[in-house]
């Protein structure tokens, strides 16, 4: 018995090993079919295992002879798209290639035509859904789901999205900003923060709260109860956390949530683990709560006027007043109709609207702060443009549809596109072939096909910086597109970039979406809610297709693209019209050695550009992608000052950039 234990043992490695070498020369028979270059990887960078333990065996990889690992090493860190960015394509000299692994084959994108033709052609191309089960989490959503069910969601899930809802949005991001802006200023005396990435994603916490529920959440230390009409309160009676906490728990720690099974969640030993699960506990049960009382309110033909995603779902899924049983009482949610999406499905599009809104709005919040700290010049010029949009209109008389087509086609929308393009909420836009459908794609002008059973990545990092579909605009010709220079969205005004004319626009916005049809290329009807929003102004300069893709493309493209547009343009609107953003130099000099030096004098600049190198090594090396790319490692604390009280004149700056 023994002896047959220990020769299985021994087996084991063999039979591994066989399987092993069978999978790779499969998977590399299939990349040299496929017409596209290829490199060959050790490992598969998605396993699971690997993504978990890779920091653990990079040290001793590291240490291999160069001449071994220079072909492949860095294509096994699984950000490495963010590490090299473009490099890797140029180095290979194709805008597509496969990295060929024993687990499976990848293909990576950075070309726009072939981007084009996967995200329009979807049926051919899904969206492997086998990545996305995790955000399931309380129901199947329109993230979540592929084909003939993607379409339903799609279908009922879009119609929240009206610009109706997209001026409240701005009404409530103009009211949180300036709370968030007096947290920051208080008396009006400067100071600095090093709170930045936490205090945005509590302001879009604020904001897809009231969206998504219609649940205003008040600033802590700026506001208090009662002091807004428009306030209204949950009650936590029966809950362990409130809802803000609840909520903005279940947010910081959904990784948790996301990759452990529920079970041991529950009962793990960690303190942090408990949390996570009390929290996934606690906002379900909110969840839940607000539903059934919207629901009911809808039975009785109760509806409010406002913003609130969560009552719109409830309508989009069939229940109104006269859906009601006639049998049923006053307050009961039974209908007589079948609901076109079940209770778990409204929840789970309402979570992921949740989801996806928070993250992707404050990280542009966050980064354009930062890069306009960095670039001064361009700030001054945002500063000017926001003087002739308000002049000296109070924030009250702010205008939806007078003023935020001028904010879009002006300068605060060229802050807010290139920082899209540097900082995309994403780095892979993940698509696939499914198994034993290889596609063809036309690439170069030849015909190369992707094999099949195969995950394909729209390298969006990689794309927005490919030479040659972007402008460079530096003085001396070289390539800036490494460099944060919103000015490049003015070249080419009033015609797109191949030369075709402008598209179809309403005060300065697209009204319709400038890549989308009435027809896929499969030949269905897409009248799917496609976003009618834009991704640049009209008067702009405009990429080609698939060169731009930070909310996506296609008919999978971002359903709250315009959400997010109002809401950052807003905020950032009310952040510079009267104050100036400058990088916190505390950790070099404190205020009082700063105000003894002079002022654009050799020790005041040596000081700045010690904070500004430390701000982009931090905006280079401290980046991470969990959800979205976010600054992982450390903080940039900056410092909001009265404009015209700036301590480095922008003349300096100009030069030291």
């Given at each position: 018995?023994?002896?047959?234990?220990?020769?299985?043992?021994?087996?084991?490695?063999?039979?591994?090993?066989?399987?092993?070498?069978?999978?790779?020369?499969?998977?590399?028979?299939?990349?040299?079919?496929?017409?596209?270059?290829?490199?060959?990887?050790?490992?598969?960078?998605?396993?699971?295992?690997?993504?978990?333990?890779?920091?653990?065996?990079?040290?001793?990889?590291?240490?291999?002879?160069?001449?071994?690992?220079?072909?492949?090493?860095?294509?096994?860190?699984?950000?490495?798209?963010?590490?090299?960015?473009?490099?890797?394509?140029?180095?290979?000299?194709?805008?597509?290639?496969?990295?060929?692994?024993?687990?499976?084959?990848?293909?990576?994108?950075?070309?726009?035509?072939?981007?084009?033709?996967?995200?329009?052609?979807?049926?051919?191309?899904?969206?492997?859904?086998?990545?996305?089960?995790?955000?399931?989490?309380?129901?199947?959503?329109?993230?979540?789901?592929?084909?003939?069910?993607?379409?339903?969601?799609?279908?009922?899930?879009?119609?929240?999205?009206?610009?109706?809802?997209?001026?409240?949005?701005?009404?409530?991001?103009?009211?949180?900003?300036?709370?968030?802006?007096?947290?920051?200023?208080?008396?009006?005396?400067a100071k600095s923060v090093d709170t930045i990435a936490k205090d945005t994603m509590r302001l879009s916490l604020h904001v897809i709260s009231?969206?998504?529920?219609?649940?205003?959440?008040?600033?802590?230390?700026?506001?208090?109860?009662?002091?807004?009409?428009?306030?209204?309160?949950?009650?936590?009676?029966?809950?362990?956390?409130?809802?803000?906490?609840?909520?903005?728990?279940?947010?910081?720690?959904?990784?948790?949530?996301?990759?452990?099974?529920?079970?041991?969640?529950?009962?793990?030993?960690?303190?942090?683990?408990?949390?996570?699960?009390?929290?996934?506990?606690?906002?379900?049960?909110?969840?839940?709560?607000?539903?059934?009382?919207?629901?009911?309110?809808?039975?009785?033909?109760?509806?409010?006027?406002?913003?609130?995603?969560?009552?719109?779902?409830?309508?989009?899924?069939?229940?109104?007043?006269?859906?009601?049983?006639?049998?049923?009482?006053?307050?009961?949610?039974?209908?007589?109709?079948?609901?076109?999406?079940?209770?778990?499905?409204?929840?789970?599009?309402?979570?992921?609207?949740?989801?996806?809104?928070?993250?992707?709005?404050?990280?542009?919040?966050?980064?354009?702060?930062?890069?306009?700290?960095?670039?001064?010049?361009?700030?001054?010029?945002?500063?000017?443009?926001?003087?002739?949009?308000?002049?000296?209109?109070?924030?009250?008389?702010?205008?939806?549809?007078?003023?935020?087509?001028?904010?879009?086609?002006?300068?605060?929308?060229?802050?807010?596109?290139?920082?899209?393009?540097?900082?995309?909420?994403?780095?892979?836009?993940?698509?696939?072939?499914?198994?034993?459908?290889?596609?063809?794609?036309?690439?170069?002008?030849?015909?190369?096909?992707?094999?099949?059973?195969?995950?394909?990545?729209?390298?969006?990092?990689?794309?927005?910086?490919?030479?040659?579909?972007?402008?460079?605009?530096?003085?001396?010709?070289?390539?800036?597109?490494?460099?944060?220079?919103?000015?490049?969205?003015?070249?080419?005004?009033?015609?797109?970039?191949?030369?075709?004319?402008?598209?179809?626009?309403?005060?300065?916005?697209?009204?319709?979406?400038?890549?989308?049809?009435?027809?896929?290329?499969?030949?269905?009807?897409?009248?799917?809610?496609?976003?009618?929003?834009?991704?640049?102004?009209?008067?702009?300069?405009?990429?080609?297709?698939?060169?731009?893709?930070?909310?996506?493309?296609?008919?999978?493209?971002?359903?709250?693209?315009?959400?997010?547009?109002?809401?950052?343009?807003?905020?950032?609107?009310?952040?510079?019209?009267?104050?100036?953003?400058?990088?916190?130099?505390?950790?070099?000099?404190?205020?009082?050695?700063?105000?003894?030096?002079?002022?654009?004098?050799?020790?005041?600049?040596?000081?700045?550009?010690?904070?500004?190198?430390?701000?982009?090594?931090?905006?280079?090396?401290?980046?991470?992608?969990?959800?979205?790319?976010?600054?992982?490692?450390?903080?940039?604390?900056?410092?909001?000052?009265?404009?015209?009280?700036?301590?480095?004149?922008?003349?300096?700056?100009?030069?030291?950039?």
């Open positions: 018995m023994v002896s047959l234990v220990a020769l299985a043992v021994m087996l084991l490695p063999i039979l591994y090993s066989i399987n092993y070498y069978r999978c790779f020369a499969r998977n590399l028979a299939a990349a040299k079919r496929s017409g596209i270059p290829y490199v060959i990887v050790p490992v598969y960078v998605f396993r699971r295992f690997w993504l978990i333990t890779h920091r653990l065996w990079m040290p001793f990889i590291q240490k291999l002879p160069r001449s071994w690992t220079k072909s492949w090493i860095d294509f096994i860190v699984p950000e490495w798209s963010w590490t090299h960015l473009y490099e890797p394509f140029e180095r290979i000299g194709s805008d597509i290639f496969i990295t060929v692994a024993p687990g499976a084959n990848m293909v990576w994108v950075a070309d726009p035509s072939a981007i084009s033709q996967i995200t329009t052609r979807r049926n051919d191309f899904p969206k492997p859904i086998h990545m996305y089960s995790s955000i399931s989490i309380f129901g199947d959503n329109v993230v979540s789901t592929e084909g003939a069910i993607w379409r339903h969601h799609r279908k009922i899930t879009s119609p929240p999205f009206t610009e109706k809802n997209n001026a409240l949005v701005w009404t409530e991001s103009l009211h949180q900003a300036q709370s968030m802006l007096k947290g920051w200023v208080g008396n009006g005396e009231r969206a998504g529920f219609g649940v205003r959440l008040l600033w802590p230390g700026v506001e208090t109860p009662g002091e807004d009409k428009a306030e209204e309160s949950v009650g936590d009676k029966g809950h362990k956390m409130t809802y803000t906490e609840a909520l903005g728990t279940f947010l910081h720690k959904l990784l948790w949530v996301m990759l452990m099974p529920r079970w041991l969640l529950k009962n793990s030993p960690f303190k942090t683990h408990k949390i996570a699960y009390q929290s996934y506990i606690e906002w379900g049960q909110y969840m839940n709560e607000l539903y059934v009382a919207k629901k009911a309110e809808i039975l009785r033909g109760e509806e409010k006027e406002g913003m609130d995603i969560l009552g719109a779902l409830v309508n989009g899924a069939g229940i109104t007043s006269d859906s009601k049983d006639a049998n049923s009482s006053a307050g009961s949610p039974a209908t007589t109709k079948k609901q076109l999406l079940s209770d778990e499905e409204i929840l789970g599009n309402a979570f992921v609207f949740i989801l996806a809104g928070h993250e992707t709005t404050a990280n542009s919040i966050h980064f354009s702060m930062l890069f306009l700290a960095l670039h001064r010049h361009s700030q001054v010029r945002l500063q000017e443009d926001l003087d002739s949009i308000f002049d000296s209109k109070p924030i009250s008389e702010w205008d939806y549809e007078r003023d935020l087509p001028k904010l879009f086609a002006g300068m605060v929308g060229a802050v807010l596109n290139e920082e899209l393009r540097l900082v995309p909420p994403v780095i892979n836009i993940p698509k696939s072939t499914l198994a034993g459908q290889p596609q063809p794609l036309t690439f170069n002008g030849r015909q190369v096909v992707i094999p099949s059973g195969t995950l394909i990545n729209l390298d969006a990092v990689a794309v927005h910086r490919n030479p040659k579909y972007w402008p460079s605009i530096s003085v001396d010709g070289s390539n800036d597109l490494k460099e944060f220079k919103p000015e490049r969205w003015f070249i080419g005004a009033k015609s797109s970039s191949n030369g075709a004319p402008p598209p179809k626009t309403v005060n300065g916005a697209l009204t319709e979406n400038s890549y989308a049809n009435n027809t896929d290329s499969e030949g269905e009807d897409s009248n799917l809610g496609v976003s009618a929003g834009a991704d640049t102004a009209s008067s702009m300069y405009h990429p080609v297709r698939g060169a731009y893709i930070p909310f996506s493309e296609g008919y999978r493209a971002c359903l709250g693209r315009r959400f997010a547009q109002v809401e950052v343009l807003a905020v950032l609107a009310v952040i510079f019209r009267e104050y100036t953003v400058e990088l916190a130099v505390d950790e070099f000099a404190s205020d009082e050695e700063v105000a003894k030096m002079s002022i654009g004098g050799e020790e005041r600049g040596a000081v700045w550009d010690k904070a500004a190198s430390r701000a982009r090594r931090l905006m280079t090396k401290g980046m991470g992608s969990i959800i979205t790319l976010q600054m992982r490692e450390g903080q940039v604390p900056l410092r909001f000052v009265k404009r015209g009280e700036e301590r480095f004149p922008v003349e300096e700056i100009k030069i030291r950039e």
